[in-house]
């Protein structure tokens, strides 16, 4: 089996390479990545060296490059990490995001109808659902939710959603689609709340808390996702989404305080700052169908996670030290 890995260099994706090469020694991996600020070549290298591995610096919106892969390496199986992701960059540059979530993935699928596949899988996001209000703590976000994003990068990544359904539909292209909650664990860019909490209080820094700070996520263990996508590919039916979720609501400032509390920093680090514009409330998926269908369920329990990801950053300094000025 031969897997192209778009956005491998990444924090989702790198953990996925990991996963799937470990679990299936027999698959010849190829990573494709544009690797942008947010991607880190030095990641792989516990895998760079492997044979049946493979890294090819390319961008998804090059057509040709793409078309020229699928020729060398013909692939069964292709899962599209490859995005940009962080909200606060969509709002200053839109356009970034428009060509890589939306033509990144149609070139790919392009590719993917021309040359033949066994599996497109699209890795997306609970953005596209837009938000949840805070006093309805039992309202979930479902595979059946209607899509209604609120930034640029939302709306870019509904925008891939929409055309992976149309391929599948138009061309019969056997299209599967994840949207998965707020990631963490290792090898997560410095930008995102959990791994900048870290190093900030590491430093006795002022921490940066968007608002009141009272805005929820749902948080999923990056290992606990990889799990998930595996099980997509091996029983997942075309045509379908599966919403993969944590169970593990907390405010953005109850994450902070708990990173504080593991590291026996104090509270006085956190310093409000100016409200994201259009920034969501809550976010909350209901993983009712994935835990029916293919039998998924979280492993891992918030504070759990939160132990085991402060101290990979404590082992790996010198791996963020380097990306934290990006």
Sequence with gaps: MTIIITGGAGFIGSNFIFYMMKKYPDYRIICL???TYAG????????????????????????KAVYHLFEEEHPDIVVNFA??????????????????????????MDACRIYGIL??????????????????PDLFFTEKTPLR?????SSS??????????YCRTYGLPVTISRCSNNYGPYQFPEKLIPLTLQKALANQPIPVYGDGKNIRDWLYVEDH?????????????????????????ANMDIVKLILRELGKPESLITHVPDRKGHDRRYAIDPTKIH???????????????????????????????????
């Design 33 to 35: 990545d544009k690797l």
């Design 40 to 63: 880190n070549l030095s990641t792989l290298t516990p895998v760079m060296n492997k044979p049946n591995f493979r890294f090819v610096k390319m961008d998804i919106c090059d057509r």
């Design 83 to 108: 995005a940009e992701s962080h909200v606060d960059r969509s709002i200053k540059n839109p356009e970034i995001f428009l060509e890589t979530n939306v033509i990144g993935t149609s070139v790919l």
């Design 119 to 136: 599996r497109y899988h699209q890795i997306s996001t609970d953005e596209v659902y837009g938000d949840l209000p805070l006093d309805r």
């Design 149 to 153: 994003p609120s930034s640029p990068y």
């Design 157 to 166: 990544k509904a925008g891939a959603d929409l055309l992976a359904g149309a």
């Design 226 to 250: 990889c799990r998930a996508i595996d099980l997509i590919l091996q029983k997942g039916k075309p045509g379908e989404i599966y919403n993969i979720g944590g169970h593990n609501e907390m």
């Design 292 to 326: 029916k269908d293919l039998g998924w369920m979280p492993e891992t329990k918030l504070p759990q996670g939160i132990k085991k990801t402060i101290h990979w950053y404590l082992e790996h300094q010198d791996w963020w030290m380097g990306l934290k000025n990006s």
